[in-house]
């Protein structure tokens, strides 16, 4: 019995590390990141005559109603790529951005500075027109982080009650 455990304890110590360097090498560890780019309303927004719902993780809809169908919006876009926002009308509209700036730390410094609105909208159309692009926002952080995301904020002048739906998609920004 005794004879039985050295001789165990022997090829423990002799044979086992012989196969471990026998299989010892090169591992290579391929793996990819899905594009994300998400869109919501910042949670702050409130206007009586204007409802805003979240529509999946990328669209918003605005449905204006009542008499005065200008509204402000800020909207927050996170990103771990680049990313285009686009708006679908339901009718003419002027739609402009008017501010960008970033909510924290973990947005990077380029995501302000290389974010691109168009020179200019055209009011008559209601196809889906692109108002802004930019590259990679987000630096760290989850999709609820409150210091990773970029605010836009977005005027929008309706000439009567009616909707828009603003899309963000992954894409290269405008140069």
């Known amino acids: 019995m005794r004879c039985r455990l050295i001789f165990t304890l022997i090829a423990v110590v ?3 590390p012989a196969g471990i360097e026998a299989q010892t ?3 290579v560890l391929r793996a990819t990141v899905s594009e ?16 805003v719902v979240n529509i999946g993780s990328n669209t918003v809809r605005i449905t204006v109603s009542g008499d005065d169908p200008v ?3 800020a909207l927050l876009v996170r990103s771990n790529t680049s990313f285009k926002i686009s708006a679908v009308l339901s009718q003419a509209a002027e739609v402009r951005v008017t501010d960008v700036y970033a ?5 990077s ?13 055209d009011p008559e159309v209601t196809r889906p027109q692109l108002i802004g692009s930019g590259p990679r926002v987000s630096l760290g952080g989850t999709l609820d982080s409150p210091n ?13 009650p009616g909707s ?12």
């Open 36 to 51: 994300t780019v998400t869109l919501s309303a910042a949670p702050t927004f409130s206007q009586s005559n204007v409802s």
């Open 25 to 27: 090498g090169r591992v």
């Open 103 to 107: 909510t924290g730390t973990l947005v």
């Open 109 to 121: 410094p380029q995501a302000v500075k290389r974010f691109n609105v168009p020179p200019r909208l």
């Open 148 to 160: 990773n995301a970029l605010q836009i904020t977005v005027l929008i002048r309706l000439r009567a």
């Open 164 to 175: 828009l739906t603003l899309v963000a998609t992954a894409g290269s920004p405008i140069q």
């Open 71 to 73: 509204i402000r919006i």
């Open 14 to 16: 002799f044979i086992a």
